[in-house]
């Protein structure tokens, strides 16, 4: 199965992610964390220099890239699904979605980027609010990070897409043992 941990900078996605696998592996389940965008692979690396600001796309192109960074995994996801694996992906094509439509890209355009991709049984939202993330971040911050507007405006299309959709949200806000605590009753209503 597939488990997204979703959410804006500074949500925990990281830590979440591999405190639930952690967890499962105690429940004997084997896992794997995908991160995204990865960073390692060619477009991945175009990716980030666009975050970075040494590299200037317009929204459409770096929404297709973001796409097809995940597209890149395929493969190795699908290869690892057949193994019986639990997927944890930290961000998955959700994130293209909330920061696509904050954009101002259409909905129905963003979602065929990722059509054909295995889709998610589970969409946890760990929903930080902005003055905690920018609290937490002490570090340099891509493009979408720095601006503060940006950032309400992405945790407010987060929310609205998690009603839309039917993603679980758990208050990031709270300590990492709170949210590990959500994150793991969740996670365990899913699996079987």
């Not at 699908?78 to 944890?88: A, E, F, G």
């Not at 987060?158 to 009603?163: C, D, G, I």
């Amino acid at each position: 199965m597939i488990i997204v941990i979703e959410g804006f900078d500074q949500a925990g996605k990281r830590t979440q992610s591999e405190l639930l696998a952690k967890f499962l592996k105690t429940r004997k389940l084997k896992c794997k964390i995908f991160s995204f965008p990865d960073y390692t692979t060619p477009i991945g690396k175009e990716i980030k220099h666009y975050l970075s600001g040494k590299q200037k796309f317009p929204p459409q192109v770096i929404h297709c890239l973001l796409a097809a960074n995940r597209w890149e995994k395929l493969k190795e996801i699908q290869d690892t699904l057949s193994k019986n694996y639990v997927l944890i992906m930290n961000r998955y094509y959700q994130s293209n979605l909330v920061y696509g439509k904050a954009n101002g890209q259409d909905l129905k355009w963003l979602l065929n980027l990722d059509s054909g991709l295995p889709k998610e049984n589970l969409v946890i939202l760990l929903d930080v609010k902005s003055k905690d993330s920018f609290s937490r971040k002490k570090t340099l911050r891509d493009k979408f990070e720095k601006d503060k507007e940006f950032a309400k405006k992405i945790i407010h299309t987060y929310r609205t897409l998690a009603k839309k959709f039917g993603w679980k949200i758990v208050n990031a806000s709270q300590t990492q043992e709170q949210v590990h605590k959500a994150v793991k009753e969740i996670a365990l209503r899913y699996i079987k």
